[in-house]
């Protein structure tokens, strides 16, 4: 009666968590340290747009952005990757990136890749979208270890041919989600070369691009123009969830190829369920404002300075190069949250949770993550308490 594909998949991970933990009584006040839900305000002028705009909700919204909306996310890809694609046939928004990244393998994965059944790769451990999205096209999800020895990105490039023949479309986070990775100019470098060599998509998963130590993450597009790739090689997808404190507004967008934007608007026209108006009013003013993001970046390395003052030298820590969470080395991550939640009353999420099980093992069970998403006061606590438990 329901399909087969569907029948083994491991319970979704908060799920797991809740199962694992809420049957104890915490050891503590409760610090909640698992959903990268920000918690930074948003800018305080939204209201005002949201107020003027209200009436708004009394319309259909366009269904692929308004124009000034794909116009103001066309403006932001050049101001911060150096790129302009065609707002009216590259750019569509979207109600939040999740949509986008389920969607693009249904819009853009053929039935067959090389006469065989389609192979999508994504690393492991990942955002479980990636996997569903294969598995929705009954596409083979292909996990790729994304450990410390690499640097905790996935190494396409060491996959067999007769493996990469087939593959239709690769995904990649960058920042990545859990461990803070970002990729170099020279990874997506090597990673759209070898799309363009077996000839599949890269779906690149950007949207924690703008919280980070040091030096902006380099995008795929602007790599993909640089080496002149195929204008549908690369298909990339942001929000102003983390940006912009604001994962309430279910606002994003997909770039890429005019031919690859095309089919999922088409996609789109059907299944999809838009972004009422007045949210893009909002959306159309906040991807053109940078200054609320600047103040959102500094309290967010605060929290990098914060982080490795705790646990710098302890358990081969790696602080983050961006996004908002820790990556913490443990014997065993289920256990670990446990003694957390019984000891402390600190929440956190097991690496196992969003990671696969494969014949190599699975690389997210000696990790837990931690959302430094909380006021600072509360995180540098939370922080405090998870150290002296877990590794005291």
Same mark, same amino acid.
């Given at each position: ?12 991970? /908060?799920? !797991? ?8 009584? #915490? ?14 305000? /948003?800018?305080a002028?939204?209201? $005002? ?10 319309q ?14 066309? $403006?932001?890809?050049?101001? !911060? ?16 990136? !999740? ?12 039935? %067959?890749?090389?006469?065989?059944k389609? #192979? ?10 990636? @996997? ?13 270890? #994304?450990t410390? %020895?690499?640097? /905790? ?8 041919p ?8 690769a995904?990649?986070?960058?920042p990545?989600?859990p ?10 470098? %090597? ?10 998509q ?5 949207c924690?691009s ?13 790599? #993909? &123009?640089?080496?002149?790739a ?21 606002s ?6 005019? %031919?690859?934007i095309?089919?999922? *608007? ?31 970046? &500094?309290?967010?390395?605060?929290k ?9 030298? @302890? ?6 190069e961006?996004? /908002?969470?820790l ?11 446990? *003694? ?26 000696g990790?837990?993550?931690?959302? @430094? ?20």
């Amino acid at each position: 009666m329901f399909p087969e594909r569907f029948s083994n998949l491991p319970a979704y991970a /908060f799920p !797991r968590l809740r199962a694992l933990l809420d049957p104890h009584p #915490a050891g503590g006040a409760v610090r909640h340290m698992t959903i990268g839900e920000p918690k930074h305000a /948003f800018p305080a002028w939204i209201a $005002d747009i949201l107020a003027r705009e209200i009436a708004g909700f009394g319309q259909y919204p366009p269904n692929d952005g308004t124009p000034e909306l794909r116009a103001a996310i066309s $403006d932001w890809l050049h101001r !911060r990757y150096g790129v302009r694609p065609d707002p009216e046939t590259q750019v569509m928004a979207l109600n939040g990136t !999740r949509e986008g990244l389920y969607n693009a393998c249904m819009a853009l994965v053929p039935e %067959e890749k090389a006469g065989q059944k389609p #192979a999508i790769l994504m690393p492991n451990p990942f955002y479980q979208v990636y @996997m569903i999205g294969a598995i929705s096209v009954q596409a083979d999800p292909v996990f790729v270890p #994304a450990t410390r %020895e690499g640097g /905790f990105l996935p190494d396409y490039t060491s996959l067999p041919p007769d493996l990469l023949n087939r593959v239709a479309a690769a995904y990649i986070c960058s920042p990545a989600n859990p461990q803070g990775a970002v990729a170099s100019r020279a990874y997506w470098a %090597e990673l759209i070369g070898l799309a363009e060599k077996y000839d599949f998509q890269v779906f690149a998963d950007e949207c924690y691009s703008e919280i980070y130590r040091g030096d902006p993450p380099v995008g795929a597009l602007e790599v #993909a &123009a640089e080496l002149g790739a195929h204008p549908d090689r690369v298909v990339v997808f942001h929000s102003l969830s983390k940006r912009s404190n604001l994962p309430g507004l279910r606002s994003g967008f997909v770039a890429g190829g005019a %031919e690859s934007i095309a089919r999922v *608007k088409q996609l789109r026209a059907y299944s999809g369920a838009p972004l009422p108006l007045p949210l893009q009013r909002v959306a159309e003013a906040v991807w053109a404002d940078e200054a609320h993001v600047h103040e959102n970046r &500094a309290l967010y390395r605060e929290k990098y300075v914060a982080a490795d003052e705790i646990f710098g030298g @302890m358990n081969s820590y790696q602080g983050p190069e961006a996004g /908002f969470f820790l990556w913490l080395p443990v014997e065993d991550g289920e256990t670990a949250a446990l *003694k957390s939640w019984t000891e402390t009353g600190v929440r956190v999420l097991p690496g196992a949770y969003l990671s696969r099980d494969t014949e190599q093992g699975n690389p997210g069970k000696g990790y837990i993550r931690v959302a @430094m998403v909380a006021p600072m006061d509360e995180l540098r606590d939370g922080l405090i308490a998870l150290r002296d438990c877990i590794y005291g």
